[in-house]
């Protein structure tokens, strides 16, 4: 326990100072905003995310302050460090002792390395690992109270993001083929009930507020709409070995080891705790490659079990090699110096430059343009930005004048995908004209002080987007406000 906390503090904490890692933390703080003043997701914001990230970044704030993300990020040091502890349980039970005191480190360390956009972003995988690993390890329990208990907290995890719903039939399909007598069809079953149970009271609480029939169009008409607009198998594919080609040599001893480990297991498929690790390796696969988007992020919901079985690996090996007490110790600590440490060394001093990891979130132009706004409004203005604008309202503390932190949605950008950021892809037909309407809906009830425009300045690869290109926006912007420009940024103030 003591060398994960460590290995955490020192790898998490010399970049906690910069202002956003990754924009989803942005997006989030913005929404959960909306939340502590009393706003109703999918209502007064929009996101297609389940709605337990939000109270969770609102419980969060309301602890360090409303725009405190370095102090969010400290938050999650003790979070990421019960998800280990709870791997290590699972490896315990399933392999061993000493397979689960090599987790607990190892998990601090695999999920700590790496692009600090993706690993060090208080992201919704690593907040919703907690609740998956302590459900699962409940689950390999014998007393039905258990088994209820992890189908609860299996469903929490979903109701941070969908993906993360796979593990109820990872596990109960372990459960069925390895549990004998009632208990086979016992376990399943209070484990989908307390699942069930769980969903049923996050719907009763989205009807009793009134964003049921909302988060039905965000969280399921509009995933439906993300994901079968995602990327080509060809682009996906490029994508995803691109993402391993920063991931790997982050981390290239947890990779090593959990592939050995991983055909160790295949090759005793007939064995439990195989099994186990088999199914929920595979499983895991599966939302993570949804869309074909492959963000390395997204390969976090399968650390958990490649972790285990890299602790399996690396003890096997390590009795193996008994007969060469000597050398064993001495190629062990080359291992741990040349696959784990020196690589953690590299990626902590690179994810200390400021300005490099702030790219394309909080650049300077942005840090500047926020300023202005702060200078030019009060603390209770409302803006619009055109653009993928989340960042600009964390960066400048002023709340969004519509329900959308980025717009998207009205321009037809499809995150990860070319209808972003190739011209050659037409992004019209991808619209979403409904979003246009309740735009300026928002707007005739909030009229914004200023609206900042970010395809000219190209911030966030915006540019094929500019207001003149649609009559309606350009018209309302045209009627009511007067154009100057703010580090590169067109600024629209609202007339008198």
Known sequence: MVAAWLALLALRLPNHRIPIINVDEADFVVEANVLLEGGRPYVDFVEKKPPL???????????????????????????????????????????????????????????????????????????????????????????????????????????????????????????????????????????????????????????????????????????????????????????????????VPASPGFWLFGAVGLALAIRRVSQAASALTLIWFGGSCLPLSLGGRFFPHYFLQLFPPLVILASMAAVELWDRASRFRRPRIGVALAAVGGLVVWPAVGWTRDGMDVERVSIPHAVPDARRLAAYIQRETSPDARILVWGYGSAIYYLSERRPATRFPYVTYLVGAVEGTPSWWNPFVRSAPLEIPRAWDLLFEDLARHPPELVIDTAKARYFAFWKFPPSRYPRLQRYLDQGYERTEVAGFPVWRRRP
């Open 53 to 247: 990230i939000y109270v969770l970044y609102a419980g969060g704030m309301a602890l360090v302050g409303r725009y405190q993300l370095p102090a969010m990020r400290v938050l999650l040091i003790p979070w990421i460090l019960l998800t280990a502890l709870f791997v290590s349980l699972i490896a315990r039970r399933i392999y061993g002792e000493r397979q689960g005191l090599l987790a607990l480190p190892l998990y601090a360390i695999a999920v700590s390395v790496g692009p600090p956009l993706d690993m060090h972003a208080v992201n919704a995988e690593s907040l919703f690992l907690l609740p998956l690993v302590a459900g699962t390890w409940l689950a390999l329990g014998d007393r039905p109270l258990r088994w209820l208990a992890a189908g609860v907290l299996l469903a929490c995890a979903a109701l941070v993001k969908q993906q993360a719903g796979m593990q109820l039939p990872i596990v109960a399909a372990f459960l069925i083929l390895h549990l004998r007598g009632r208990a086979r069809w016992q376990a399943p079953a209070l484990l989908c009930g307390g699942f069930l149970v769980t969903c049923l009271a996050a719907v009763a609480v989205l009807v009793a507020i009134g964003s049921w029939g909302e988060f039905l169009y965000w969280t399921v008409a509009v995933n439906r709409y993300y994901i079968g607009n995602g990327n080509s198998f060809g682009d996906g594919l490029r994508l995803m070995v691109r993402a391993l080609v920063e991931l």
